[in-house]
């Protein structure tokens, strides 16, 4: 097994299979013994899905004739290739090389010519498909169409920066646990063991480091002194403000970035109820729950029907965060740009209609509701918060006043990229009776 060998095996399972970029990872490293490989296998596996709308024009400009069904490998393989010419400072002699010889190892020696041609053909061709790029706004932007017309009419002055903001690998964001220790002192440990570090901008215990790093080298994270979490994602807490003696819930808990800070912010709660409807999710937040050694009661159910969870004692404050198209971190999960199709919107939005309708009479009177996404779309946020709202129920919109983002006409957006953070979107609900 080689790191080229890995990542096509990877790239098989998101293409092929439809599984997440993070899971096949997952499934693949072990095989690779060096860190060094393992690196690789990540940037290459990563490179390609972020590029991949622009990689596959590009092949389609140097192919004669498409490929048949049964050599999707080798249309991978090309892909792989591609990326590698295109996008790394890998000398173009051993990215043409090693890929060719990868043909063998899948027993598809008959196209060691073919692969070698179209790669060579690149390196060739280079000027004449630049100009051709420039024609092709999905394949330059390296969106698919659907998401890059959405990104234009839901930002029409900032889509721009958007797509570039999805198109560059984000920093590798922290949260210091407040209760074991503080954001400067932290900073010093990680400058003290070579890790450059400042702080995440907006927030109250996030830092962001210069370089991304194993988390093992992370100083005290198997013991709970630190997290990783986007600085966006870190606002929930801030905003959700907690109090002693309340009963919380977390509607929408795994893998457990926010159930774990809230309760690192806020370590007098009454209670935390962690909920998610996939169970096996659920044993994450366990997972960190432990590390940090804090306590929730973690429920398996669905938000949508609580009378098959919920215990009919009310909640001071909820956090929905709900599941959403995910267009606010492409940037972490470029495969969302493949796996993501333009029918899932609506039926994510009837989702969190059905989320926001259910939880409502779980809230106490005067109790605040934040709901959340970490979508750029309109349909996910302002106008699901506003159709809410038109519902005539208790609820009543308080603006979040913040420094970050973009106020609208419900609720906060955070676009990615902007002060290093994930595209966010946050609404704060109060129950009036
Ligand atoms: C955006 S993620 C939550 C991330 C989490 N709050 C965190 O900070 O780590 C959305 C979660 O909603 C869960 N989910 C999806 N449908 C649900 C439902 N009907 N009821 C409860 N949870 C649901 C998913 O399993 C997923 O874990």
Redesign the pocket.
């Known amino acids: 097994m080689n790191a080229r060998l890995a990542s096509l095996q990877v790239l098989q399972q998101i293409v092929q299979q439809g599984q997440k970029l993070d899971n096949a990872l997952d499934s693949v490293i072990p095989q690779l013994e060096q860190s060094r490989d393992q690196g690789l296998l990540q940037h290459l596996c990563y490179g390609v899905m972020r590029w991949y709308p622009q990689l596959e024009f590009l092949l389609s400009q140097l192919l004669h004739k498409p490929l048949k069904k049964k050599d999707a490998d080798l249309r991978l393989l090309l892909l792989l290739g591609l990326y590698q010419l295109r996008f790394t400072r890998i000398p173009a002699h051993a990215a043409v090389d090693e890929t060719v010889a990868l043909t063998k190892r899948l027993n598809k020696g008959w196209a060691r010519g073919m692969v070698n041609a179209v790669l060579r053909n690149y390196e060739r061709r280079q000027n004449e498909l630049e100009l051709r790029l420039e024609q092709a706004p999905t394949a330059r932007t390296a969106h698919p169409p659907w998401l890059l017309t959405a990104l234009q009419q839901a930002w029409p002055d900032h889509w721009p920066a958007i797509v570039e903001a999805n198109n560059t690998q984000a920093p590798m964001a922290l949260r210091v646990n407040d209760r074991r220790g503080n954001r400067d002192t932290y900073i010093k440990r990680l400058l003290d063991a070579g890790l450059e570090a400042r702080p995440a901008a907006h927030t109250e215990s996030g830092v962001i480091l210069q370089d991304p790093c194993p988390v093992e080298q992370l100083p005290g994270f198997a013991t709970g002194e630190v997290s990783v979490q986007d600085g966006a ?1 870190q606002l929930a807490a801030t905003l959700l403000d907690a109090q002693p003696g309340e009963r919380v819930l ?10 774990a800070h809230l309760l690192e912010r806020q370590p007098d709660l009454q209670q935390l109820i962690a ?4 169970a096996a ?1 659920l044993q994450r937040v366990q997972d960190t729950l432990s590390r940090l050694a804090l306590t929730a009661t973690l429920v398996t ?4 029907r609580p009378a098959s969870w919920w215990d009919g004692q009310p909640f001071d404050r909820i956090l929905l ?4 198209s995910a267009t606010g971190v492409i940037r972490r999960h470029p495969d969302i740009k493949l796996h993501r199709r333009q029918s899932d919107i609506p039926a994510l939005a009837t ?1 969190q209609h059905a ?1 926001l309708l259910a939880l409502w009479p779980l809230l106490k009177p005067g109790g605040t509701l934040l709901y959340a996404t ?1 979508s750029v779309l309109p349909e996910e946020n302002t106008q699901q918060v506003e159709r809410f709202l038109a519902t005539g129920n208790t609820a009543r919109h308080v603006p979040l006043g913040a420094s970050w983002g973009y106020p609208l006409s419900a609720g906060q957006q955070i676009l990615p990229g902007e002060d290093e953070m994930d595209g966010f979107y946050y609404a704060r609900l109060v129950k009036t009776s």
């Open positions: 994602a977390d509607a929408c808990a795994a893998p457990g970035g926010k159930s909920l998610d409807v996939d999710r159910g669905d938000a949508a965060d709900a599941p959403c989702t989320m970490c």
